[in-house]
């Protein structure tokens, strides 16, 4: 029986994962299934509705409510909230701490993992977060752990946001990046680590296009 590929690419925030996958998705011709931004997803639900992302009482009442769909539409990914296009919303910078705080309830990373493990059960696929290879896919035949230098991830993110015309104060950046990986290393449940079995890549001084040419290399290998 054919085993479906699986490519889990982990490591903290603007590291440039989501970037990496979607080329390695775009060159392989599978799917590219985006996990940080189902959180987001969530994140946004919960704001809309005035909901505390660290009352996970409150979070756990809603949550059978939510309904994320991720689709690819004229070669861009969409992701959809209970039927509206959040693509750009999940991107906005209160997003990403509340991201963040979400992802450490229980109950969310659970309702999340069990829809990840399903698409990548039925299809080829390369999925980014922070667990993906640790938890939510520890079997997964490719593994890599993806890093950079803080500053150098701030000033990434700076650049990316300026792109599109939002906030991008870099200083506030760096910090939050700084927080999140303190949160995403210590929190309870499957906390951000490299896997054992995962490549190390530190992208510091690497363009985005040699990464992917480097997994990519290893992909082909077995």
Avoid at 16 to 27: E, H, P, V
Avoid at 28 to 40: E, H, Q, S
């Amino acid at each position: 029986m054919k085993t479906n590929m699986q490519i889990a690419l982990d490591g903290p925030a603007g590291a440039g994962k989501s970037t990496i996958a979607r080329l390695l998705a775009k060159k392989l011709n599978i799917i590219y299934l985006d996990t940080g931004a189902m959180y987001r997803a969530v994140a946004v639900y919960m704001l809309n509705h005035g909901v505390d992302v660290l009352d996970a009482p409150a979070v756990e009442e809603l949550l059978p409510q939510v309904q994320i769909d991720i689709s690819y539409i004229d070669g861009v990914q969409k992701v959809f909230l209970c039927g509206e296009d959040v693509s750009d919303t999940i991107r906005e910078h209160p997003v990403s701490q509340a991201a963040s705080d979400v992802s450490k309830n229980h109950a969310v990373r659970l309702f999340l993992v069990d829809m990840q493990r399903k698409i990548a059960a039925a299809q080829d696929c390369v999925l980014d977060g922070r667990d993906i290879g640790t938890f939510v896919l520890p079997d997964a035949p490719y593994k890599f752990y993806l890093t950079a230098a803080p500053e150098e991830r701030a000033r990434r993110r700076s650049k990316e946001l300026q792109e599109k015309n939002l906030p991008a104060d870099y200083d506030v950046i760096l910090a939050d990046i700084q927080k999140r990986d303190y949160n995403d290393m210590h929190r309870d449940f499957a906390p951000l680590r490299q896997a054992e079995d995962a490549q190390l890549i530190d992208s510091t001084h690497m363009s985005i296009e040699q990464v992917a040419d480097y997994i990519l290399n290893r992909v082909k290998k077995g």
